[in-house]
Structures are given as structure tokens and as C-alpha cells.
């Protein structure tokens, strides 16, 4: 039977925290992480939390060779009176247990997953900043650990919690980028690992980024892997384009990532009423819509931006700028509306906020 004690080993000191204003996105780390251990007989185990720190890990771990990983990303807001709140985690978890399934590892407890959360966050709750726009970004993440240098599933495995403080992603208000559609690499193919978060998924897009970036490009859009035709997703966000008054973003077909932000961007149009179709939709019908002046607006979404408006993209050499290059209504409303609701502002009516501190605080 599988253990469900969280143990506690607080840190004896604590780091200095970095201010809000000064708060770079990855680079700071909180004073405890969530561990536990998976093991082949024994099933997740040695569930703690315990002063952050590094690993001992053996250099045949699977890991370092095989790349068997998969990561997640979401935030825990503070309102306005001092409440710590999380977006849909338990979407997060059911998505972090269809990832491990593609990647042969075993599921966690989603509910005891989002309780270890809510424990990590409660002790490290200093950290959630205050300041506009700010707040501790949340990336939980399974490594195969099995010393083994052979091609299988690892036996044995990490599940791992850490937290690190971050800056507001706009200063100044929601900012149109420019993106390059890529005709040369590709970031996922049917049947690969494009719908599962994994690292190696990111390993493979570090060098379409990097080339696009050289020419003054924010991110490149991602087409399909077998034809190169058809809208895939923006860098690491999910797509929408507004075309003749209709919301439109590409089917979730395999090798597209399932984003929470994506989902609640469609349940959003919806509540509103405002037409929104998943689709599959080529260049040519972008550039077509672009040319008709019927491609209205178009922005990327995730959890790192909320929403990042595309104020113009290159494709094959033809400049498309959308909407005069501004923001466009819908991405500016779904934008107040959806970090509204994150930092307790706007009213939620779907549910979608999860308090931390509920029975489960812990007391120090
Ligand atoms: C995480 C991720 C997204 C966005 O997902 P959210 O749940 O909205 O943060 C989109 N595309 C890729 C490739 C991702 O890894």
C-alpha cells in the first residue's frame, strides 16, 4: 500500500527573497521543495517536504540518457487580502498523468498531488510576491531515476515540487510580439510527444527559437509536422486567430499541448457567447483572411503570459500585421478577465480558483 504521510523537515535558514521588481522568470527558488519516490515494489513513497536543495542522482539514471521526463507549470496568486489561491490545478495533474502515460510513467495520486501542493505552498507562502501582477510559478516534474543504462521504462522514478517567485510578465500592459511562422524545423509530429510536456519536446524547439530570434522575432508559430501547413501552436503557447468575427484555434489533433489556459479561453467565448471553433487551419486560409482584412486578431495563450497578442507574422517572406500591430478587444478581455479571476479580482464562475490554505495548513 502506497504511504500518504507528508513528512516536514523545515529549513533551519532562510534566503533572502528577491524583490518584486527585480524578479526574473526561473532564476529564484523558494526555501523548501515536495519529494517523493517511486520504486517498483513499493509504488510513490517518502512523500516530504524538505529544504531545498540538490540532488544525489547516479550518472546512469535514465534520465541523463533517455530523456524519460515530464514537467508541469502553473502559478498561486495573492489577493488582495492576503489569500494565496491556485488556478485549476487539478487540471494540471490529470494532464501530468496523460503525459506520464505517453512517456511510460507511472501515474500519481492526483488529489494527494494537489494536497502536497497546497503544503508546499502554505510553508513557503513568504514567497507568494504582492506586488501587481506578480506570483510563485509552480513546476512540478517526474525524472526516471532507475541506474540503468539499457532502453526500457525506469523502475524507479522522482516526483518533485519547486517554486520560484515571479515578475509581473507585462510592466506596461499586454504587448503585441512579432512571429515568424516556421518552415523548416518542426516541434512535433503525429504520433510523437507533441501532446504530452516533456522536456525533449523543448529540446527540439531551442533551435527554430534561437535562428528566429536573430532576425528580431518573439517566438515562431509552429506548423505540422507532416505537410507544413497547417497551424500548429506559438512557441509554447496555444493559438487563437479571430477571422470574420469567429474565434479559432487548431484541433487538439496529438501532437498539439492540451493547454489550461487554451480550455479556459474557449469556456470564456463561450460563457460570452461569442462564436469559437477548434479546427484545423492552414496558412493559406490565414494569409487569404489576412489579405480579405478578415484576420481580426490573434494571440497566443499559456500560463507564463495569460495571453500574448501576435501583432504581426512573416511567412515566407510576407509580412502579415494584424490589427494595426495592437492589442486586439477579445485578447484584452480575455486577459482582465482570466487574470481577474487568478488574483480574486473578477468573479468566478466556473469554479476555476482552488484556495491553499484550507484544512491542510500547516502551522510554522
Ligand atoms: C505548457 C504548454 C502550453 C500552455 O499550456 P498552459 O496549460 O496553458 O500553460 C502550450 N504549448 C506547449 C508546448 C506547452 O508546453
Known amino acids: 500500500m502506497e ?10 535558514t532562510k534566503k533572502e527573497k528577491p524583490n518584486s521588481d527585480q524578479l526574473i522568470f526561473g532564476r529564484a527558488f523558494t526555501d523548501h521543495m515536495f519529494v517523493m519516490d517511486y520504486s517498483d515494489p513499493l509504488g510513490w513513497h517518502n512523500a516530504s517536504i524538505v529544504p531545498y536543495q540538490p540532488l544525489m542522482i547516479d550518472p546512469s539514471a535514465m534520465i541523463f540518457h533517455y530523456g524519460q521526463s515530464v514537467f508541469e507549470g502553473l502559478k498561486a496568486f495573492r489577493t488582495a487580502d492576503g489569500e494565496v489561491q491556485l488556478f485549476r490545478p487539478q487540471k494540471n495533474f490529470e494532464r501530468l498523468n496523460l503525459s506520464s502515460d505517453r ?3 507511472p501515474p500519481i495520486d492526483e488529489e494527494f498531488a494537489l494536497k502536497a501542493i497546497k503544503q508546499l505552498v502554505t510553508v513557503d507562502k513568504e514567497w507568494v510576491p504582492d506586488a501587481e501582477g506578480t506570483s510563485l510559478y509552480i513546476r512540478p516534474f517526474i525524472i526516471s531515476t532507475e541506474p540503468y543504462l539499457g532502453v526500457a521504462p525506469s523502475r524507479h522514478y522522482k516526483f518533485i515540487v519547486i517554486l520560484s517567485p515571479v515578475g509581473a510578465y ?5 504587448n503585441p510580439v512579432k512571429i515568424a511562422v516556421e518552415n523548416k524545423y518542426v516541434r512535433a509530429v503525429k504520433g510523437g510527444t507533441g501532446e504530452a510536456k516533456t522536456g525533449g519536446n523543448y529540446a527540439a524547439s531551442l533551435k527554430a527559437q534561437e535562428d528566429v530570434s536573430k532576425e528580431g522575432f518573439a517566438q515562431v508559430l509552429w506548423l505540422d509536422g ?20 469567429e474565434v479559432v484555434t487548431p484541433k487538439l489533433n496529438g501532437s498539439i499541448l492540451a493547454g489550461v489556459t487554451r480550455n479556459s479561453v474557449i469556456e470564456l467565448l463561450k460563457h460570452w457567447g461569442i462564436p469559437v471553433s477548434e479546427r484545423r487551419i492552414s496558412m493559406e486560409e ?13 494571440f497566443g495563450s ?3 503570459a495569460v495571453i500574448s497578442p501576435i501583432g504581426q507574422l512573416t511567412w515566407d517572406g510576407k509580412d502579415m500585421v494584424i490589427n ?4 486586439g478587444e477579445i485578447s ?3 486577459y482582465d478577465t482570466i487574470t481577474g479571476i487568478q488574483y480574486g479580482k473578477v468573479e468566478d464562475p466556473f469554479n476555476w480558483i482552488v484556495k491553499v490554505e484550507a484544512k491542510s495548513a500547516v502551522k510554522h
Open 302 to 304: 499559456g500560463t507564463a
Open 226 to 245: 507532416v505537410e507544413q501547413k497547417y497551424v500548429e501552436e506559438v512557441g509554447s503557447m496555444n493559438v487563437f486567430f479571430k477571422i470574420g468575427g
Open 332 to 334: 484584452q478581455k480575455v
Open 3 to 12: 504511504d500518504k504521510t507528508i513528512r516536514l523537515q523545515l529549513s533551519e
Open 170 to 174: 507585462y510592466k506596461e500592459g499586454i
Open 286 to 298: 490565414l494569409y487569404q483572411a489576412h489579405q480579405d482584412g478578415l484576420l481580426e486578431e490573434a
Open 103 to 105: 512517456l511510460c510513467i
Open 324 to 327: 494595426g500591430g495592437n492589442t
